[in-house]
Nanobody
Framework: QVQLVESGGGLVQAGGSLRLACADS????????MGWFRQAPGKEREFVAA????????DYRDSVKGRFTVTRDNAKNMMYLQMDSLKPEDTAVYYC??????????????WGQGTLVIVSS
């Protein structure tokens, strides 16, 4: 089973950009659908983005469409979330996830430890 580690979080001003990265230490990356969830302070964990095994299909929650882009590089066992035009409401802990269908939380099989993104106004 994959083991996931996120990086790239930090503090940015509204309108700025960050790129999150997710690394698989087991080199089983291409066996899974991958994606991102997030959990904002005081709110439930929510789906952000997903990408299939080959990278040919992606999906996003409506609030990040046009601003976030998820990509993967199976040869490097890496997945990325490019976040542009960040808003204060994007502030959350972001989790790299893997599973059969990571658009649905119940089907997520593996969670990373999370990386914190803070967007100041």
């Amino acid at each position: 089973q994959v083991q996931l580690v996120e990086s790239g979080g930090g503090l940015v001003q509204a309108g700025g950009s960050l790129r999150l990265a997710c690394a698989d230490s087991t080199r089983s990356f291409s066996d899974y659908t991958m994606g991102w969830f997030r959990q904002a302070p005081g709110k439930e964990r929510e789906f952000v983005a997903a990408i299939n095994w080959s990278g040919s299909t992606t999906d996003y929650r409506d609030s990040v469409k046009g601003r976030f882009t998820v990509t993967r590089d199976n040869a490097k066992n890496m997945m990325y979330l490019q976040m542009d035009s960040l808003k204060p409401e994007d502030t959350a802990v972001y989790y790299c996830v893997a599973g059969a269908d990571v658009r649905v939380q119940a089907w997520v099989q593996v969670w990373g430890q999370g990386t914190l993104v803070i967007v100041s106004s």
